[in-house]
């Protein structure tokens, strides 16, 4: 009886520690995604500006074919 009671303990102090590792894998988990959120965030500024970028070049292209001929 005692080594099933001391195998339970064991058992359950094993399974706290899983569940600790577990919240811990979760909270990077956590971090990850919202750094990855942000970095898409950025990622969709540079492209909408580039994109900005290039509508006006092709505007001052314009311009300068108009000025030249």
Same mark, same amino acid.
């Not at 102090?13 to 965030?41: D, F, P, R, Y």
């Not at 500024?45 to 290039?54: D, E, G, T």
């Given at each position: 009886?005692?080594?099933?009671?001391? $195998?339970?303990?064991?058992?359950?102090?094993?399974?706290?520690?899983? $569940?600790?590792?577990?919240?811990? #894998? $979760?909270?990077?988990?956590?971090?990850?995604?919202?750094?990855?959120?942000?970095? *898409?965030?950025?990622?969709?500024?540079? $492209?909408?500006?580039?994109?900005?970028? @290039?509508?006006?070049?092709?505007?001052? @292209?314009?311009?300068?074919? *108009? #000025?030249?001929?």
């Amino acid at each position: 009886m005692e080594a099933i009671l001391h $195998a339970s303990q064991v058992e359950a102090q094993q399974s706290g520690k899983i $569940a600790a590792q577990s919240q811990n #894998v $979760a909270e990077q988990m956590h971090k990850i995604l919202q750094a990855t959120q942000e970095e *898409t965030k950025m990622s969709r500024r540079v $492209a909408l500006q580039s994109q900005r970028l @290039s509508e006006e070049m092709k505007k001052d @292209s314009v311009a300068m074919k *108009t #000025v030249r001929y």
